[in-house]
């Protein structure tokens, strides 16, 4: 079974905050991804990388930079939380198949909320 | 710029009856289209995928029809069970992956 965790479930921060959301998969997956989940929106990616030390901007990168030095762990950084990234953060994994993106397995997600 | 769009918002069926749900898209270089399925406190979970190069899927209760000439896939429940109630978001592939806004489904007993 895939399994991709997160460092915590619920978090609360304040605005100028540095935060730091951790992912890690147990799959040897090439890819991961965060996206951030709001109302109304569905899912809009964020950052994704598809090896150690690469990334790539998603839709919305802005507020936030991300970290892969392990093929296991993925980490995406706020590097000063403001209210408007208080949302639901989703981390998911795929193998690489070809150039483009199969079935993503995702994490329980961590709904944050800055203050 | 939302390429994948599921204008219900919410559903709510009987249990036994058919649940349908409806996803429009606008980039025809979408070549593979995907259903997750969401339960609260939890990450999204696959469900059923189709290839552009086919009109339909079928897995158990489960099916997935493609209309590639009106940019429009709906997945059909048949029949469905109070556990389907979850939020259901239609995924298309082309360079990334692109999720409509969800609808969520209620099966109501």
């Known amino acids: 079974d895939v399994k991709v965790t997160q460092s915590s479930r619920y978090l609360v921060k304040r605005t100028g905050e540095k935060v730091f959301l951790e992912c890690v998969q147990d799959?040897?997956?090439?890819?991961m991804f965060w996206y951030r989940q709001d109302p109304g929106l569905g899912l809009r990616l964020i950052y994704f990388s598809y090896d150690v030390k690469m990334k790539e901007k998603g839709d919305i990168p802005e507020g936030y930079s991300v970290s892969r030095e392990k093929k296991e762990r993925f980490s995406l950084i706020l590097e000063s939380a403001s209210t408007n990234q208080t949302s639901m953060y989703l981390c998911a994994s795929s193998p690489r198949t070809g150039l483009t993106y199969n079935e993503q397995f995702f994490g329980p997600g961590t709904r944050l909320t800055v203050l | 710029d939302q390429q994948v769009k599921q204008n219900s918002p919410s559903l709510s069926v009987q249990e036994g009856r058919i649940s349908i749900l409806n996803c429009d898209y606008t980039?025809?270089?979408?070549?593979?289209f995907l259903w997750y399925k969401k339960y609260p406190a939890e990450g999204p979970t696959f469900l059923i995928s189709i290839s552009s190069i086919k009109d339909k899927n079928e897995d158990g209760r489960f099916t997935v029809f493609l209309n590639k000439s009106a940019k429009h896939l709906s997945l059909h429940i048949v029949p469905s069970q109070p556990g389907d109630s979850a939020v259901y978001f239609c995924a298309a592939r082309g360079t990334d992956m692109r999720f409509g806004a969800g609808t969520r489904l209620t099966v109501k007993p």
């Open positions: 980039n025809s270089m979408f070549d593979y």
């Open positions: 799959m040897d997956h090439e890819n």
